[in-house]
């Protein structure tokens, strides 16, 4: 319960919001925002490796359980 409650507070701190300011000017304008500050680099890289992590997990699932894919491909 404790590191439940420690983590919703860093996510919803207002330290977590990064900063202030509207970058939405252009969609280029936007794109280079993303990728030129260093916390959002590094919120981009954590979501791509928990995404491919969670991809291969998934993929180790149904081939160890070959009963899953016969039942969805039915």
């Not at 590191?3 to 507070?9: D, E, Q």
């Not at 794109?31 to 993929?59: E, F, K, N, T, W």
């Amino acid at each position: 319960m404790t590191r439940t409650t420690v983590v919703l507070v860093a996510l919803w701190s207002s330290a977590a919001w990064a900063h202030d300011g509207e970058h939405h000017g252009s969609l280029l304008a936007t794109l280079m925002h993303l990728v030129s500050q260093p916390d959002h680099v590094a919120m981009i890289a954590a979501a791509a490796i928990l995404g491919g992590v969670g991809a291969l997990v998934m993929r180790r699932r149904t081939r160890s359980a070959p009963h899953v894919r016969q039942a969805v491909s039915r």
